[in-house]
């Protein structure tokens, strides 16, 4: 088997995740790791257990033993940093939100499609194995015809900075908006109208609370709660008139709850360690294949996320 050999732009938290993930894969090795500094790419690599590290990420980028590079850098850099990966030829794996912005999402596709090199959006709630399998129950209508989606997320005291920095893309929407976006689109498989949202904004001007509607073009209804200012439960809920499935932490669920008109609850239970293994995994087969696309977590998907998540941040933030 083909190893795919993952290079990391960044000493982001969330590559530790990200590490466990790749190493708990088919075929997938993180052999390096860059950061803006020396010193703190050493520290982070030798944490992570990396053995080749660079001081910067151009020259990371040089590297020709790294097949895709793994963008989990702030928010706002995500274009930039996935762009000059894209331009020396390597694939990209971009953490989610892609971009800021529409045409900034729009360009990077025809950049990879250009240079014929596989770019995809990190949606890790896309790929598990419940949110497949709950697809799975839609398709075959075992919930009857689905009338709405309801998502709550609470993440109360968000504790890193660069959250409440609107130039840094902070927000909620950003932030968690797009896991709601794509995992709806993924079980409705359905063209999803522009939608409206409420926020409250804080002092900097970010989302630190946010209602979202949508409709799709079958009059599914989806209705969606974020906060960081309160406690609260984190789950999905899709329900149709012959049943229900409740998905708790949908975004890295294990676990779904399935409770179908006039009969038993039942528990859909998919046990694993990193959550993140399963798009790990997709991006690994898709690589192997020679694919300059996902499939699954499209260049179109990724397209229409970012002009809803525009158009909405648009509405309550508008400078
Ligand atoms: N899929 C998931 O489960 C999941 C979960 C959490 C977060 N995320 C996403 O992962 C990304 C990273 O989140 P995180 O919380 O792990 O971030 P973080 O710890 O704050 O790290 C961000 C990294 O960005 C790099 N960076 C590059 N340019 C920068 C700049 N101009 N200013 C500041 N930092 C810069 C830094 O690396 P160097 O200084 O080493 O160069 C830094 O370590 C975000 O996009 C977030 O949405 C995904």
Not at 122 to 138: H, S, Y
Not at 210 to 225: D, E, K, N, P
Request: hydrophobic share 40%; with cysteine.
């Amino acid at each position: 088997m083909q190893i795919i050999r993952y290079g990391i732009m960044g000493t982001a938290k969330i590559a530790t995740r990200f590490v466990s993930a790749v190493r708990d894969s088919e075929g997938g090795e993180v052999v390096a790791l860059a950061s803006r500094e020396e010193g703190k790419a050493l520290q982070r690599a030798k944490e992570l257990g990396i053995s080749r590290v660079y001081g910067s990420y151009e020259a990371l980028l040089e590297d020709p033993e790294v097949d895709v590079i793994y963008v989990p850098s702030i928010n706002a850099m995500h274009y930039s940093h996935a762009k000059m990966a894209l331009e020396k030829g390597k694939a990209v794996l971009c953490e989610k939100p892609m971009t800021l912005s529409a045409r900034e999402t729009a360009e990077l596709f025809h950049l990879a499609e250009h240079r014929g090199v596989f770019l995809m959006e990190a949606q890790k709630c896309v790929f598990l194995p419940v949110t497949q399998a709950v697809k799975e129950l839609v398709g075959r209508g075992t919930l009857g015809t689905v009338r709405h989606l309801e998502y709550n997320i609470a993440i109360p005291h968000v504790g890193f900075q660069w959250f409440y920095e609107k130039k840094a893309g902070g927000g909620l929407l950003q932030g968690n908006g797009t896991y709601l976006l794509s995992h709806a689109m993924e079980l409705l498989e359905e063209e999803m109208e522009d939608g409206q949202a409420l926020a409250t904004l804080g002092d900097t001007g970010v989302d630190l609370q946010c209602t979202l509607q949508f409709r799709t073009a079958s009059g599914v209804l989806i209705r969606g709660f974020m906060t960081t200012l309160t406690e609260g439960n984190s789950y999905m809920r899709i329900t149709g008139d012959q049943g229900m499935v409740e998905i708790p932490d949908f975004w890295k669920a294990r676990e779904a709850k399935v409770q179908l008109r006039g009969k038993e609850s039942d528990t859909l239970s998919f046990p694993v360690d990193h959550e993140m293994v399963y798009e790990v995994n997709h991006v690994n087969a898709c690589l192997r294949q020679g694919k300059a696309k996902s499939e699954v977590m499209s260049p179109e998907r990724s397209m229409r996320i970012a002009e809803i998540v525009e158009t909405l941040i648009t509405s309550f933030s508008p400078e």
